[in-house]
């Protein structure tokens, strides 16, 4: 035990001499280099080149535990960010969707709008909410009634041309039967000759011409508008045209109908009702004379 | 039992100085926390052999440390004053028989605590504290890892008190 502790003194007494001789050595080391790390010496820069390659490989496995790290965390926020962007996408879609919504109201306004006035009418833009058409019908349900000025006998136009007429109304809708329907019975003529005839409708899509007052006068392509004669619908709105074998091709050509525009006679309107969450616009009075409307183009998306 | 001082040990103990050098300037991102290994090194110092001559060793740590001054970028000098200042307070030639790890252990985070305030010290830095904190969380646990790695070597001044 004491040969024990007096080696350790010894070691310790022998031992601190080379220490701080080192120490002081580095101590001045560190006071003489001022340049610091910045000093581009030959020596810096040899050892910095050697080690460089060396510390490459070195810090590949280093490399390969960040990217572990980073690969979990990415899955992670993945996970976090694919929620996000499903909700986005949900939102989008919903934005989308009304967008193109809106964009066929305000075409299909537009197309009503610019379409020019056959008779001093009261003219409503309103919504085809559904369209039958079975086998032995051919009706659309408007959503407009009454409240709004519609009267049965009404004339219901498409973008193209003459759609069918109001058969019944409620306060809110109306029932229209289409040209198509088998008991729609409309007095048209030959814009071409000023022939009258009946417009029969036969639940196919092509309407026949009944009661012809001169059947030469009807050529095929000849031009069919309404003549006004049965006292129900204004003179003038396209039908559609004559086709060979002697029925009618119609403007609206069977189309499905998303807004339609009503002729109301003597509609007085109230300032104020007006009910825009229900798409219905008003167009009051407008103080037109017919117009002769030319041919549209057949084969257009019109 | 202590033997004579022997210039193997010296070299062997800059074997491990050497060997933990290396992986000093590299660094680790985990998770957006860098983490340096440039405390790793002391481990070595701190577990340097018993029976090593001791002007040799410092020898060693002195020139080893001057490398690691460059391969760190750091100025000439500073981690040979480091290492030698741990080595001095440390004393590995005194150690006695048998190593005591958890002492140790303790004794090499008490030491780390002191080289961070040191430097923050200098710097009279707070933030510096905090930026090198994860550094020596690093260093900190490793220190087992050496250990058991110098023991499985062959290190028998190493051998626990069981």
Redesign the interface.
Known sequence: MAY?SG??AQ??A??RR??????A?????????RS??LDNSA??VG??DT?AP??TY??MP?RG??TF??TR?DRARAFEENVGLKAELRRLQDAERERDSLTRKLEAMRLHITMPEVASHSVILARAVTETSGPFQRAALINTGTRDGIRAGSAVLSTNGLYGHVLRTGQRSSRVLRLTDSNSRVAVKNERTRSRAILSGDDSPRPTLAYIDNAETFRPGDFIVTSGDDGVLPQGLPVGFVAADGRVDLSESGRTADWVRIYVRDFIPAPGEADDSRSVLRIIKVPVEAEPVSAPDMDSGE | MNREPTLLDALLGALGLVVLGILAPLGLNLGGVGLALWLLPLIAVHLWPRDANVGLSCLLILVLGTALDMALGLRLGTYPLLALTWYWLIRPDLRTDPFHELGSWLLFALGIALVLALIAGVNRSLATLVDLLPDALVAIPVFPLVLRAYRVSGRSDLAAAD
């Open positions: 024990a080696h350790l070691r310790r022998a031992g080379p220490i701080l001789v080192v120490i050595f580095a101590g001045a080391l560190f006071f003489l280099d610091g790390p020596l810096r050892v910095e080690a060396m510390l070195l810090s280093l535990v960040e790290v980073e965390r």
